[in-house]
């Protein structure tokens, strides 16, 4: 059975309507990171929504289907994956692994640990694309918007970030002491906290690019060198800001006025 018009009804059209409905019902009244929570919520809750009606007509859920497929692809030579093995073995790795069947498991463990961490991120970032282009067609109908604050402004709820930080300390905690199916919780929130601080390490990048007066076209030049080599460190600069406020106190000193 073709499924396909039945993921673009989940995945297209079910959370533009909701995000749309939100977002002309409440207006002004909404800001920026209730928005973007909102759209990730309605994001997330059409591809459940979806694996769920899949799961029912196919009799197996979606992801079931893409770890057979997987699977079959290294059992009938579609992927490379003697030559992977021998690779593997020559960097004195999985050199318990004798056959492609036992690499394939191994790989389709890692990648279910990563799906929950997957559906996430990605709801997040769907979410805020579908909200910033549905915003801009019903702000051009007249309806009045709350305004969205300049990239270099963004910047977690105090008390999300702070938040996220102690799960990500519990979940160590848990998956530390062994407990059973804690290594997903900890990948989950660890990909998710490094994924929404890197995001906020660059906000702080740009605003102190942007303080120091530096041209746009280099502005972006450094940015992306900076992101390519040095990424790493970004979630940690979020983190610094999220913790000492460092632009705000950049603007409490340098910038009278402006808080």
Request: aromatic share 16%; glycine share 8%; proline share 4%.
């Amino acid at each position: 059975m073709n499924l396909q018009p039945v993921a673009g009804f989940f995945l297209i059209v079910v959370p533009i309507l909701l995000i749309a409905a939100w977002i002309w019902g409440l207006g002004k009244r909404s800001d920026f990171y209730e928005s973007v929570l909102l759209s990730s919520g309605s994001v997330l809750l059409s591809i459940l929504l979806y694996l769920k009606v899949y799961s029912v007509i196919a009799g197996q859920s979606a992801f079931d289907a893409i770890w057979d497929s997987f699977r079959r692809g290294f059992a009938n030579g579609a992927v490379n994956s003697g030559e992977i093995l021998s690779m593997y073995h020559s960097l004195g790795i999985f050199k318990n692994f004798t056959t492609v069947q036992q690499l394939a498991e191994y790989l389709v463990g890692q990648l279910k640990l990563a799906v929950p961490a997957f559906l996430l991120i990605s709801s997040v970032l769907y979410g805020m694309l579908l909200f910033f282009v549905i915003r801009f067609v019903i702000k051009r109908l007249g309806r009045e918007m709350a305004p969205i604050p300049a990239f270099e402004e963004w910047a977690l709820p105090r008390g999300m970030g702070f938040g996220l930080i102690i799960l990500l300390l519990v979940s160590l905690f848990g998956s530390w002491l062994g407990i059973p199916n804690f290594e997903v919780v900890q990948f989950t929130v660890t990909a998710l906290i490094s994924f929404l601080f890197t995001v906020l390490g660059l906000s702080v990048l740009w605003f102190f690019l942007k303080a120091g007066r530096v041209p746009a076209v280099l502005r972006w030049l450094l940015t992306i060198l900076l992101y390519l080599f040095v990424g790493f460190g970004l979630p940690f600069l979020g983190m610094l800001d999220h913790i000492f406020r460092m632009r705000r106190n950049y603007r409490n000193k340098f910038v009278p006025g402006k808080k």
